[in-house]
């Protein structure tokens, strides 16, 4: 009976490992994880556990009996340090090595550290892990203010939850508006619109020069002083393993569609993989949790010898205030955006369409939209974008 050890114990890791058993996997499973707490969701971290809204138990992603009663030896506050895939074992950083048939690297990825004069300080805040969380909760409250480096989903997110709890918000972003890197600027202008209206401070085209875990200086030499300063400027792959044993790396673990890297004994999930995206036929790097579910079952799918599901399509969401943000696909190639809906109501999507397909759909309170969007990538149908933009057609017509 083969053995599988599973590298960290996150949203992917913990997933496999709970596959694994619900396909009838009946050999040993290890589930190491660098962290002491067991497999959670990270998403609230940002939005319900700031507002004290949920605790460490309604996080995680079992029941603190899943792990014994399924015989999944769950091992927390170990790190793997190295894989010697000749001799399949892996060393940890309590001393201990063990064996494997099947290798899975679930090792996630860590907050991008600032790189410029004071990015080391200690008191700086980051927004990854439930201690980073509760650490952010405890500076905010009435009469404090937040400085945000990097206007991304999190720091908006962490900016909104501040808002809530009576804290100052000051968002700071380099490019010309938030949001840039992964989305339209329809979404961008919502978005600094909204937040404004809640009193967020959001300051665009504006240069960092130094930090310190109370202070933010920018460029012309203004200081803003803060009691907080969360760094939120994206995440960086934890491939270091693979690329230390040689499998491919691209920034991520390069992987197949079932999520095996370049030796056929091992795979790779979440957070850490650069791996086909089978609508677009590009490789890419996803952070989300529908991803690292979809790739859970996939490993599960490859192990165990079932049939590998059904090829999914991107997503991912956001909460900021009353607005739920889903967004399916990516916009690779798109030549057009379509609007449905008006931004001013607050539900509304943004279409973005290659030629008469439509390759990625952002929706803001509008999961009618989000799913129509979401089955035409999926099934490659062609819209007719005029009718697309008129809501009073509706959605299902506008295909041709
Ligand atoms: C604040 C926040 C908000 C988010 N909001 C959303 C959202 O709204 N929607 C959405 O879809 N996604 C969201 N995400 C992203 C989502 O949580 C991640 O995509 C998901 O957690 C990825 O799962 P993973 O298992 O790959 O990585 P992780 O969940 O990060 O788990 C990786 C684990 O591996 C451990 N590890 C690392 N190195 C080692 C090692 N050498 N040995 C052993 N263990 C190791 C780490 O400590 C960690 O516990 C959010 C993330 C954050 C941080």
């Known amino acids: ?11 992917a890791g913990g997933s496999a490992a709970g596959f694994l058993k619900q396909y009838g996997f009946e050999g040993e499973i290890v589930l190491a994880g660098a962290e002491q707490i067991p497999p959670y969701q990270r998403p609230p971290l940002s939005k319900a556990w700031l507002k004290g809204e949920t605790n460490e138990n309604a996080l995680q992603l079992r029941s603190s009996e899943f792990y014994a009663e399924n015989n999944i030896d769950l091992r927390l506050g170990i790190a793997a340090t190295a894989i010697d895939r000749t001799a399949k074992m892996v060393a940890f950083d309590d001393g201990t090595v063990e064996p494997y048939d099947y290798l899975v690297i679930a090792t996630g990825s860590r907050a991008r550290k600032l790189p410029l004069p004071g990015g080391d300080d200690d008191l700086l805040l980051e927004l990854r892990t439930i201690p980073d969380a509760e650490r952010l909760k405890q500076a905010l409250g009435g009469g404090k203010r937040l400085a945000v480096i990097g206007g991304g989903y999190v720091g908006l997110e962490a900016a909104a939850s501040a808002r809530a709890l009576g804290a100052e918000a000051v968002v700071i972003e380099r490019m010309d508006r938030v949001l840039q890197r992964v989305a339209s600027s329809t979404l961008s202008e919502f978005f600094t619109r909204r937040h404004t209206r809640e009193g967020v401070i959001i300051r665009t085209g504006a240069e960092v020069v130094a930090v310190s875990g109370h202070s933010v200086t920018f460029a012309d030499g203004e200081v803003l002083e803060a009691h907080a300063v969360l760094v939120g400027i994206g995440a960086t792959a934890n ?4 690329l230390q044993c040689g499998l491919e790396c691209a920034e991520g ?21 650069r791996r086909p995206l089978p609508h677009y036929d590009v490789m890419h790097r996803l952070e989300s949790v529908p991803n690292a579910l979809e790739q859970a079952k996939r490993v599960a799918c490859a192990i165990t010898g079932r049939p590998a599901p059904q090829d999914e399509v991107p997503w991912f969401w956001s909460d900021q205030y009353d607005c739920k943000l889903q967004i399916a696909g990516l916009p690779f190639g798109a030549s057009a955006q379509v609007v449905r809906g008006d931004s001013d109501t607050g ?20 999961a009618h939209s989000f799913m129509f969007g979401k089955q035409a990538i999926a099934k490659s149908s062609r819209v007719d974008a005029a009718t697309l933009a008129d809501e009073s057609i509706p959605i299902k017509e506008t295909l041709l």
């Open 1 to 11: 009976m083969s053995k599988i050890v599973i590298l960290g114990a996150g949203h």
């Open 239 to 242: 491939d270091e393993l693979a």
């Open 253 to 273: 673990i390069v992987v197949d569609l079932d999520a095996r890297t370049s030796d056929t004994a091992i795979f790779a999930i979440g957070d850490v993989t």
């Open 347 to 366: 539900s509304f999507a943004v279409f973005h369409l290659k030629d008469d397909r439509i390759v990625c759909v952002e929706a803001v309170n509008a």
